[in-house]
């Protein structure tokens, strides 16, 4: 499978992006997604993931109440709207796909897109 990130940019503190991620070359809807983010200098981490038919959804504490992970299978998308920016929030946001169930563990993802950088400024 092969995902492409897309959204990320340069952002005031307070402001929002919405990322995308097109999956192709398998059947979207077979797979649990994921986004990650890695911060310079720092480890990946789990930032949320969203169950293959988009009823059940998780969320770092970090970002819960200000991202929201969503889904399109007709589009073979996964979003991630990011609300109330933070500096600290700023990364490079990976999109990934898991064909067994749902984990906040990075490793456990079979497929990983190249990433897209968001940028906040204060």
């Known amino acids: 499978v092969q995902l492409q990130a897309s959204g990320g940019g340069l952002v005031q503190a307070g402001g929002s992006l919405r990322l995308a991620c097109a999956a192709s070359?398998?059947?979207?809807?077979?797979?649990?997604m994921g986004w990650f983010r890695q911060a310079p200098g720092k480890e990946r981490e789990f930032v949320a993931y969203?169950?293959?038919?988009?009823?059940?959804?998780y969320y770092a504490d970090s970002v819960k109440g200000r991202f929201t992970i969503s889904r399109d299978n007709a589009k073979n998308t996964v979003y991630l709207q990011m609300n109330s920016l933070k500096p600290e929030d700023t990364a490079l946001y990976y999109c990934?796909?898991?064909?067994?169930?749902?984990?906040?563990?990075?490793?456990?993802?079979?497929?990983w897109g190249r990433g897209t950088l968001v940028t906040v400024s204060s």
């Open positions: 990934a796909a898991r064909t067994g169930i749902t984990s906040t563990y990075g490793p456990a993802y079979e497929y």
């Open positions: 969203i169950t293959r038919s988009g009823s059940t959804t």
């Open positions: 070359g398998r059947t979207f809807s077979s797979d649990n």
